[in-house]
């Protein structure tokens, strides 16, 4: 069964920092492109960042640029978003990722990832 388990959410000032893990199981996503988004009440998913198979390219949303940083450390499996100077309108539940397609190129439509974790909240305080 394949499964992404997000972790690392949590409550923190504004101007703070999280990082957030999500390891996968069940099969390899080395050859995936992997992504996060975000969601609050009564509003769509949101595309955060993307990250390619190998690494090698990363897409962010304006309004993370400069702030956020995806890595993927394919030998475990595991794809991060590192969040710095974080912000109250940043507070969301955290969902991490997977495309199915093999080395495809990173991208920021929800309904072209094929896996989902179960999300993490990070909820930034003013």
């Known amino acids: 069964q394949v499964q992404l388990v997000e972790s690392g959410g949590g409550l923190v000032q504004a101007g703070g920092s999280l990082r957030l893990s999500c390891a996968a199981s069940?099969?390899?996503?080395?050859?995936?492109?992997m992504g996060w988004f975000r969601q609050v009440p009564g509003k769509e998913r949101e595309f955060v960042a993307a990250?390619?198979?190998?690494?090698?390219?990363?897409t962010y949303a304006d309004s993370v640029k400069g702030r956020f940083t995806i890595s993927r450390d394919n030998a475990k499996n595991t794809v991060y978003l590192q969040m710095s100077s974080l912000l109250p309108e940043d507070t969301a539940v955290y969902y991490c990722?997977?495309?199915?397609?093999?080395?495809?190129?990173?991208?920021?439509?929800?309904?072209?990832?094929?896996?989902w974790g179960q999300g993490t909240q990070v909820t930034v305080s003013s």
């Open positions: 990250i390619s198979w190998s690494g090698g390219s990363t």
């Open positions: 990722a997977a495309d199915d397609a093999a080395k495809a190129a990173v991208r920021r439509t929800a309904r072209t990832y094929d896996y």
């Open positions: 069940g099969r390899s996503f080395s050859r995936n492109a």
